[in-house]
């Protein structure tokens, strides 16, 4: 469906970028020439290729339910985008309690992105909350490696069932 996705995204603990990997690699396996790019590294002139046929990603961990001021920085920076697709993929701090999975909460995040990537021109494709492992200590004791394999096993299965969706050509919300 795309020639061309390019994934930009903030990660400080490597869960948005787990992600974004993740997300790329089934993008490439379908056929599109893809790269996972920082958000502190993009430049647009040499990042966003000028093909109308393009899916743009944007992934990145929430911070106090919304998205990080770096993220809506650089969407408010970027170039007026018409003939783009973009989804919007914002990580939350999922945790797991005993045989229970505690979904993270986003609040504003995605769809924040998402209004600014519409006001650039894109076509919002999808917005996703991703429950990742969380790293937020001052609220839960450490998770050990059976919650974090269980958690990010799940995150998965969520991700490559939506980037899937977005490159059949449907929308997911």
Excluded: Q
């Excluded at 930009?8 to 089934?26: D, I, Q």
């Amino acid at each position: 469906m795309y020639r061309r996705a390019v994934f930009a995204y903030l990660s400080g603990t490597g869960n948005s970028y787990r992600v974004a990997e993740w997300m790329a690699g089934e993008t490439s396996t379908a056929g599109s020439e893809t790269r996972v790019v920082p958000v502190e590294r993009f430049r647009a002139d040499r990042d966003l290729p000028e093909d109308v046929r393009s899916l743009l990603g944007l992934l990145f961990p929430t911070h106090g339910f919304t998205a990080p001021w770096l993220v809506i920085w650089f969407a408010l920076r970027l170039p007026r985008m018409r003939g783009w697709d973009a989804f919007v993929v914002p990580t939350r701090a999922g945790t797991r309690f005993g045989p229970v999975c505690l979904p993270g909460m986003e609040g504003t995040a995605g769809w924040l992105l998402a209004l600014i990537l519409a006001l650039k021109g894109c076509r919002i494709r999808g917005v996703m909350g991703l429950d990742m492992p969380s790293n937020w200590m001052a609220l839960h004791p450490g998770l050990g490696m059976k919650s974090v394999n269980i958690i990010t096993g799940r995150a998965r299965v969520k991700a490559d069932g939506f980037i899937g969706h977005i490159l059949a050509g449907e929308t997911r919300y």
